[in-house]
């Protein structure tokens, strides 16, 4: 147990330092650093955002709830909380449309088949619209939707940020 003794400057180490050198550790007067000291991050960095996190966040119907999660901390860069509030838009509208030709259809004697027709057309282009832009993400591209885009920065940046 000679290698964990405290040396006479303190420090903890390998005892006197023979056994590093036969192990070929530097040359005369080197110490022997068995791992360089790790980095440590500045306040100015920042992680890169995984792209499976903003792709989790456009899953239609199941994206909805981490989008929802991350706009309520506030955390997060601003292409995060960008991409929660159209997952948001979007999923609440088509929401809103889903319930409102379903009670349509449910309360009216005339269209009842045209509004099952509307409705499978909300809720098909719902769901091309995030496979769309998700694969505009996947290709490194803007996840912006002309329209949403800009309400979702009004209505939900007002509230949610």
């Not at 650093?33 to 306040?43: D, E, F, G, Q, V």
């Amino acid at each position: 147990m000679d290698n964990f003794k405290s040396k006479e400057t303190g420090d903890w180490g390998l005892g006197n330092g023979e056994e590093a050198r036969e192990q070929g550790a530097g040359s005369k007067g080197e110490k022997f650093s068995p791992l360089p000291p790790a980095p440590r991050p500045s306040a100015s960095f920042q992680s890169p955002i995984p792209k499976t996190q903003l792709l989790l966040y456009l899953i239609p119907i199941i994206g909805f709830f981490p989008s929802l999660w991350t706009l309520y901390r506030g955390q997060g860069s601003r292409e995060q909380l960008a991409i929660s509030r159209l997952s948001i838009t979007l999923a609440l509208t088509w929401l809103l449309g889903y319930l409102l030709l379903t009670t349509g259809t449910a309360t009216s004697d005339y269209f009842p088949l045209r509004l099952f027709i509307l409705n499978s057309f909300l809720t098909s282009g719902y769901f091309l619209v995030s496979v769309w832009l998700i694969l505009r993400l996947m290709q490194g591209k803007s996840g912006r939707l002309p329209g949403f885009s800009n309400l979702a920065e009004r209505v939900l940046g007002k509230y949610l940020s």
